[in-house]
């Protein structure tokens, strides 16, 4: 058994790290954050945007910020990182803030994807109940249109 592992972070148009000898890994999923150590089991998992950190072999902590991503552990010494979207970067705090915007910014496209949801459904309902009731009666509707 290797007493190192190898990690790799990719985006689709670039590798940012392939480093040997890396002590561990931190990253974390919807369940919560994890560690991987050299040995540990082959595992597939889904990364929201978060910060991942690695210990290199001199010791130093290193992270990259990720917008979402897979993580694969194979053989108990080898971790792919897989992301849409990577910084690499020596200041936490700063990375921290910027996966904070991206989740922020994920949730705010979530919530207006679920108001153009509603606003389509009701207008579809409303086609249909004009499309079906007899004419004269759009009153009943509260829309103030009159049927076709």
Do not use: Q
């Not at 919560?32 to 950190?53: E, I, K």
């Not at 010791?59 to 910084?87: D, H, K, M, N, P």
Request: aromatic share 2%; charged share 30%.
């Amino acid at each position: 058994m290797s007493r190192a592992l190898r990690l790799a972070i990719t985006t689709p148009n670039a590798v940012l790290l392939d480093e040997a000898g890396v002590r561990s890994v931190r990253a974390e999923d919807e369940s919560g954050g994890f560690g991987l150590l050299p040995g540990h089991a082959d595992l597939l998992t889904v990364l929201p945007p978060s910060v991942l950190r690695w210990r290199s072999a001199d010791g130093a902590e290193r992270y990259c910020a990720i917008r979402g991503g897979v993580l694969t552990v194979r053989g108990g010494e080898s971790v792919s990182v897989a992301c849409r979207e990577g910084l690499l970067g020596r200041d936490l705090r700063k990375l921290d803030a910027e996966v904070r915007a991206a989740r922020a910014a994920e949730k705010d496209a979530a919530a207006r994807a679920r108001v153009e949801e509603t606003r389509l459904h009701v207008s579809a309902v409303r086609r249909l109940v004009r499309y079906l009731r007899p004419s004269g009666a759009s009153e009943l509707l509260g829309d103030g249109k009159d049927a076709p």
